[in-house]
């Protein structure tokens, strides 16, 4: 920084490419602090509103000799033309040598050009790896703050494993949804606030208040960035494991391989920097409560990245008629006439349905179950539609009947790279899979619609074949509830693991409804011990059994019941990230459900990242 510093002037703007996880801030007021500008540097926090204080701070500081710092100018879209005005006037305006004007902003496709052109850019990457993120913590650390607390011992442990836990954090964003499932930005902001959260809670405290460390650093701190319901759970289980009466003692490991242990707490701060040195430069998944298997999940997703990024940077076109069409409109033209003739002509016969199907309840009206059968099928009927058009007008393009427009080209570039095409993932469902695959699938989920209302509802629901498999659940509720004569806002599910798999069910359950076809990330379920076990190594994905959906009464669960049990959230899809969509569900979360631990506790899952998944990714 002090090098770019020397080579700027005062008409050339500082511009901080900023990235997640990194904060050049505290490097910018160092430097001021040298400079013995930092009393009179004035920081503006663009956005609504900001841009008119902003102007009179630099209109003052450029005759003074001030540094001005505009922050987040990727959120002042709207006043950024104005700064480049001003940047291009300057030029003919009375500058004080001293004035220095910093930016910091995302990569946006907003910010002007031209201010890029001139300025100088500088971009500060956070380090990669657990070792390279305590180092950086302990090497910008002075011997006056490491020392800077009376109760010695508990402050140099808990700092270390504060340090730890925010490289733990920031590093399983690389393994995807199973380490989060929202990549947050946090900065070294939040670890800064945090190391003072802890000197102020240590000094004022007689006895190490951990549940309060727990609560203010875990859930305030770094928890005031995370979003997810699961994600704040995940993150409250991570940081128990060094903040707790446990890391006290000396030896103390944080790690399963026993590689990362809490320092002595009379180590000095040159004796913790040598003990750093002494790491692993590449750290197993272990270190972070994972598994084996998510060094796999990383390089999947180093790799999907690669090829989807190849893959935008290809361009091409189609036309002209099948004779002389180019092998790609041959391969795009066959594979849309096979799926063309395999789509059903008049799909679900409502009329000739299976007499339990729509069997009407004793208030007159259609059983729920059987109104989510009939919404499921209009689902399925609207989407079919939507592809039936967009094939034929698909060969009509290729043939040369009509032109091939932005939308049919998305149509053809889908099926020459095995995309689903973007007109069908908006009129379908949540679906990851290469277009073969979701082919096969969305065929599979046709065929179990129309057995379902051709012969009467089945002894096992496949959940993931479901358009919306949280609206089944609502009118499995709505059954019981009505039969039981009990307000559905009083019911909650019990599950059951049930040992057999879907084409072993020979009866249905006493009530509610058996359910199949989801698969856990992250462990898997042994039939025979009936709880979690450990994934099998190479084995990213496994299926689960049938699972009994038990409507139970909010009143009547036993206090206790759940211990043992692992609350286990069910997605859609492998990214498990979602929004709130109107109906008020998320548009990936499913539900949670309580699934046998096995010989680990619940909070060894949690680290883990286990999941279960209604649908696989090939």
Known sequence: LPGCFNDSTSKIPLIFVLSEGADPMDYLLSLALENEKKASMRIVSLGQGQGPIAERHMDSARLNGDWVCLQNCHLAVSWLGDLERILEDIADKPVHDEYRLWLTSMPSKAFPVSILQMGIKITNEP??????????????????????CSKVVTWRKLLYGLAFFNASILE???????????????????????????????????????????VMVGDVTYGGRITDKQDKVTNKCILSNFFSAEAMIDGYSLSESNLYCMPPGNASLSD????????????????????????ITYQQKLTNTFINTIISMESGGGGGGEEDASENEKQVMDASRVMLEKLPANPFNIKDAHPMTFSVAPNGGINSIGVFCKQECDQFAKLIDVIRRELYDLQRALEGFIVMGPALEGVYHAFLYQRVPVSWENAGYPCLKPLRSWTHDFFARIKFLDDWVSTGPPLSYWLSGLFFPQGFLTSVLQVYSRDRAVAID?????????PLYEQEVKVLPEYGSYVHGLFMQG?????????????????????????WLQPTKKSELIEGNDEGKYNCPLYKTSI????????????????????????????????????MLCMLDD
Not at 187 to 204: F, G
Not at 272 to 295: Q, T, Y
Not at 532 to 547: D, H, R, Y
């Open 127 to 148: 380090p990669q790896g657990v070792k390279a993120n305590i180092t950086r913590t302990f090497v910008d650390m002075t011997e006056d703050e490491y020392g800077s």
């Open 172 to 214: 399983r964003r690389k393994f995807g949804a199973i380490g989060w499932n929202i990549p947050y930005g946090w900065m070294n902001s939040d670890l800064k606030t945090a190391i003072m959260q802890l000197r102020l809670y240590l000094e004022e405290q007689e006895s190490t208040p951990f549940e309060t460390l727990n």
């Open 490 to 498: 009083l019911l909650q599910f019990e599950t059951e693991t049930v």
């Open 576 to 611: 498990r990230a979602g929004t709130l969509s109107t109906t008020g569900h998320s548009t990936n979360f499913v539900v949670a459900m309580k699934i046998q631990s096995g010989d680990r506790s619940p909070v060894h899952w949690i680290r883990r990242g286990v999941a």
């Open 272 to 295: 913790i920097r040598k003990l750093i040195e002494e790491l692993p430069e590449v750290e197993d998944p272990e270190v972070f409560g994972m598994h084996g298997n998510a060094s």
């Open 523 to 547: 462990a898997r379920f042994d039939i025979g011990k009936l709880g979690i076990v450990e994934a099998t190594p190479g084995e990213l994905f496994s299926p689960m059994p049938l699972i």
